[in-house]
């Protein structure tokens, strides 16, 4: 017998809270990039986490500087399903003076063949904040 | 430590859909491959297993393990299910070893399955990122292809590497699984349509990259007293190894290379490591399989390897982080040819061919990625090849690498962030 093969819906929205990571949120909504500081070993990270990955200690919030260089990249022509629609989409890693760490984001105002490794780029804000990360993105500076 | 050996193994054919098969069957069905190929051998010894499946998103059900525990027949026996992403398999496979090494038990059964064809490709795809942090990466664009490509972009910058080096790696796997008929995606390609396959993360193509499977693949690992009564060719497990790095690929940190036995802090003045360039994590796995098994120099002490080639440039990463060459020269060790097998005609000039071969199977590139499987693919291929019997299971003994003694298998999660490395040896 051939199988039978039936369609099943799923579909549940979350309830998700930012937590700890909270301010780094609400700060994209007023233009800041938040990044954290440890307060013991000073090791400082563009993402940022509550908590020192290197040595333990709590770190505290520090206001990014928005301008930056990218430290790699991909333009994506195909994606995941939520993001089909927005292919070919850029993908960059930025890396800050002054920071230990890296900060994923969306690299717009530019063709993807002309990102280079060491591009200056400046942060962007969304001026309809939709609370999520993609809230902020990068243009050549 | 008590010493642990495989005993058996099996696997289903991996291809894009098995729907006249669930997980339970699938894993049947490589169970009694294991089981048939080792006659003096009886499921009454098995003391135990441990289930492998990545997403219970792909499954939606939870608990599928147990369900492959009753369906083997293997109820009221100590179960568990093992998760840990790309390198779920690989995980398994370790923590089979670890109940026969700790004596907990005499005989282990490790299996694994994945049915990934049970959303279109592009939910698969969104269902393997949300494998990434949830709240900074996945939103972004979330697309494993995306991650992979911005680490070998900057390993391209770093060293040097080539679009045409990571072809390489694909034209090579593919045509040595034209040899395996377990393979679901054997071909023969040049270069030239490596590069001009549609471009889906620059600069990865499509057939840079592996493809969603379903399958499944079991292994029965057991102690010498059992190994030796029931197994006329038991394959010894003689090294483990682990590591780890972080989630956010952002969060990685610029330092100090991990040395493995056979380097000097001199090799790499200048690197900072691991970058996004480098597999942290799987560096650790292979100091740590490699001071178990006694490894000083993985070059000489290793007669193949099959690792987790989701990614041509992956595999290029790969052979830096497990030391068979230095971090930067991947992609000239494939260019030299070492990494191909000895006798097969890839349609390219290779000097120095089939010195080490790696993935001789076709790796998942060519064989399939059915994520809880895959690590335990891995193994069986292995032990087969340690024990002289790939023309026995495959029909043909193209991939049989001659005289094995040692190899390794690699399995790896999200972006290196968990990854195994484990050494067979003939005995």
């Known amino acids: 017998m051939e199988p039978l093969i039936i369609t099943d819906h799923y579909e549940i929205d979350y309830r998700h809270s930012y937590a700890q990571d909270s301010p780094f949120f609400v700060g994209l909504t007023e233009g800041k990039l938040m990044g954290s500081r440890c307060t013991a070993c000073g090791y400082t990270f563009a993402t940022p986490r509550a908590h020192c990955m290197q040595c333990g200690a709590p770190t505290a919030w520090l206001e990014l500087p928005l301008n930056g260089r990218v430290h790699t990249f991909t333009t994506c022509h195909y994606g995941g399903e939520a993001f089909l629609k927005e292919t070919p989409f850029t993908l960059v890693l930025v890396e800050f003076d002054g920071a230990n760490t890296l900060f994923l984001s969306r690299l717009k105002g530019i063709s993807g063949d002309a990102v280079r490794v060491g591009l200056p780029v400046r942060a962007h804000f969304t001026k309809t904040p939709s609370m999520k990360v993609t809230d902020v993105w990068f243009e050549p500076a | ?427």
């Open chain 2, 1 to 427: 430590m008590k010493p642990v050996y495989m005993i058996s193994g099996g696997i289903t054919k991996f291809a894009k859909a098995h729907p006249d098969k669930d997980f339970r069957m699938m894993v049947k069905e490589a169970y009694d491959y294991a089981l048939r190929d080792v006659p003096r051998f009886s499921k009454d010894m098995i003391a135990g297993a441990v289930g492998s499946y990545f997403s219970d998103h792909f499954t939606r059900q939870l608990k599928a393990a147990s369900m492959v525990q009753d369906y083997l027949g293997l109820c009221p026996k100590p179960s568990k299910r093992v998760e840990g992403g790309g390198a779920t398999g690989g995980l398994c496979f370790q923590s089979a070893w670890e109940a026969v090494a700790s004596g907990r038990m005499n005989c282990c059964l490790a299996f694994g399955f994945e049915t990934m064809s049970r959303v279109n490709t592009w939910k698969g795809n969104e269902f393997i990122a949300l494998a990434s942090d949830t709240n900074f990466d996945f939103p972004v664009g979330g697309f494993y292809s995306g991650y992979y490509a911005m680490m070998v972009q900057r390993h391209m910058y770093e060293f040097g590497t080539t679009v045409e080096q990571m072809a390489m790696v694909s034209v090579k796997n593919h045509a040595n699984a034209l040899s395996n008929p377990y393979a679901q995606k054997a071909k023969r390609l040049t270069v030239k349509q490596v590069r001009e396959s549609p471009m889906v993360a620059t600069p990865l193509t499509m057939e840079d990259i592996c493809t969603m499977s379903d399958g499944a693949a079991a292994c029965i690992l057991a102690s010498e007293d059992v190994a030796f009564k029931v197994c006329d060719r038991p394959v010894k497990i003689s090294g483990v190894g682990s590591g780890s790095d972080a989630m956010r690929m952002a969060d990685r940190p610029h330092g100090q290379v991990l040395l493995l036995p056979h380097e000097r802090e001199s090799d790499y003045t200048a690197l900072k490591y691991p970058g996004v360039h480098s597999f942290r994590g799987g560096r650790m796995a292979a100091k740590l399989a490699y001071e178990m098994a006694g490894i000083r120099n993985p070059m000489e002490d290793l007669s193949f390897i099959e690792l987790h080639d989701a990614y041509t440039s992956s595999e290029i990463q790969t052979y830096e982080d497990l030391g068979l060459c230095k971090y930067g020269d991947g992609g000239r060790f494939v260019e030299s040819g070492t990494p191909f097998m000895p006798g097969v005609d890839y349609g390219l000039e290779l000097p120095k061919q089939g010195r080490l071969p790696v993935n001789p199977s076709g790796g998942l590139l060519a064989c399939g990625h059915p994520v809880g499987a895959t690590g335990l693919m891995q193994a069986v291929f292995a032990f087969w090849q340690l024990q002289g019997t790939m023309g026995k299971h495959l029909g043909n003994d193209t991939l049989q690498v001659r005289d094995a003694k040692r190899g390794l298998i690699h399995s790896h999660a999200g972006t290196g962030t968990y990854i195994t490395v484990s050494i067979l040896e003939a005995v």
